[in-house]
């Protein structure tokens, strides 16, 4: 096999190959090591001369052909080969060596087995705050966010099952993160597996309210809605599977965050004061009365 190496790595026989540079070797390597390069290949020839005729043209072209091939590879985001100079071949081998492709991967698999979970269960939810924001604007995660899906469903039909749904999570390897309530209002609880978590938060109904808590901090802050952006929900087709939004998305992330088409990571998020900031996520009231 031939590869890119993402990072200095010593390859099977021992060999010191540096960050960038093309190597053959039978091991394989994982996608935040190494890269697959797409291999050159060409037809034998049946007749003789004919080959040897190809051969001579080949040799002559040899050092061109090489350097184009060695600059493309296998790209393991969306399996079709680039250029590694070109834009979107820059873009993925950034995301595959920065380890947030992989990051995605555990986030994508942990979402699948939660949602057939809860759709064991019969639980209803749909996506919330930042991974609803990325989903709908992105088609994917808020940059640097997959590594902490965050979900919503209703605590009172659904809040009983708690200890169903979290010892369904340890049958398929998930840890608790972490519990909360508010004397039994406003569950929160926080499921990990492989450095990836999910969120799932419990909305209570309060007249023409919606609200859930946020936990952290040595603080609890309520989060409220207008109801009526939780009634109606729509699916969409999120990371392979089927997944609910609030139907009226536009108002409902214009309530939440204000301008939100435009993007900033979530390393900036969080260095602004993150979900605590009301300038950041609006519907936080330290002052509602739950």
Known sequence: MKYLALKDITINNGEFIYRGNVFHSEQMYPANMAVEI?????VVLVDKEREEVEEDVFKSKASDKEEVKDRTFICPICKKVHR???KIGIKHLEEVDSGTFLRKQDAIKNLKDFDKILRKLN???WLEHGTLLGAYRDK????GDEDDIDLGTWASKYKKLIPKILEACYKKGFSLYHQWDVDGKAPQIC???????????????????AYSCLYGCGRIVPYVVKAKYLSKFKEISFKGIK?????????YLTAKYG???IKISAKEYRESGGCYNPDNLRPINPNYKM
Do not use: A, G, T
């Open 38 to 42: 797409e291999e050159e290949s060409r």
């Open 191 to 209: 499921v990990k597996r492989n450095e990836s978590h999910i969120d799932l938060f419990f909305f209570e109904k309060k007249k023409i309210d």
């Open 84 to 86: 590694i100079d070109s």
């Open 140 to 143: 994917d995660f808020c940059e």
């Open 259 to 261: 301008d939100w088409k």
């Open 243 to 251: 997944v609910n939004i609030p139907f009226d998305i536009k108002n």
């Open 123 to 125: 639980i209803d939810f």
